[in-house]
C-alpha cells in the first residue's frame, strides 16, 4: 500500500527515470519517510530494512525519478502472492519528494512501472490507497485504475481505523 504525491503542474524537462539501484535506498528511504510522516501514504509507521524491501520489490518493478542529479520519487511493485494463479498480479507503491510534488513526477513514474509490468505479462497492478489521499486517488485515475471496492476499517494506524481504497488497473 502506499502512494503520496499531487499532480498538477507540467514535468520539469531534465527529469529522468531509471531502474533503482541499491546506492539508492537512502533517498528512497527519505522519500518514504516523508509518506508515513504525512500519516496518508501507508500503514507503516516506519520504512523496513532494505534487505526486507528488495526482497519484497523484485529489480524489474523498481524505478527512480531523478532531476537535476537528485532522487525526487520513486515506484516499486511486488507479488501480491506466491500462489501461481496470482503470478501476473503486482501491488504497488509510488512517492515523491514533498518538494518535488506537483510536477507529474508520481505520473512518470506509474507510466513506467505499468509499461514494464504489461511487457512482463503483468494483466493486473493493484494499490490500497487512503481516500484521504485525494490526490493520490487522482493519478490512479488518470492512469487507468479504477476503485474496486473500499476495505473498511482495514487496519489502524496510530490507533485511528483507516478505510482504504482498493485501485487496481487491468491490461486491456
Known sequence: ????????????????????????????????????????????????????????????????AVRDGALVGW?????????????????????VDACARGHGIGRRLLETLIAAAEAAGIWTIQSGIFPENVASVELHRRCGFRVVGTRERLGQLNGVWRDVLLMERRTP
Not at 502512494?3 to 531509471?18: F, N
Not at 528512497?28 to 501514504?41: E, H, P
Not at 515506484?75 to 512517492?95: I, K, M, N, W
Request: with cysteine; aromatic share 12%; proline share 8%.
Open 1 to 64: 500500500m502506499g502512494s503520496m504525491q499531487t499532480e498538477s503542474r507540467p514535468v520539469a524537462a531534465d527529469l529522468a527515470i531509471r531502474p533503482f539501484r541499491d546506492s539508492d535506498w537512502g533517498a528512497v528511504r527519505a522519500i518514504y519517510v516523508q509518506g508515513i510522516d504525512t500519516g496518508n501514504a501507508t500503514f507503516e509507521t516506519d520504512v523496513p530494512p532494505f534487505e526486507c524491501w528488495t526482497a519484497t520489490h523484485p529489480p524489474e518493478y523498481r524505478f527512480v
Open 75 to 95: 515506484a516499486a511493485a511486488g507479488p501480491v502472492s506466491d500462489r501461481c494463479v496470482y503470478t501476473g498480479v503486482l501491488e504497488h507503491s509510488v512517492y
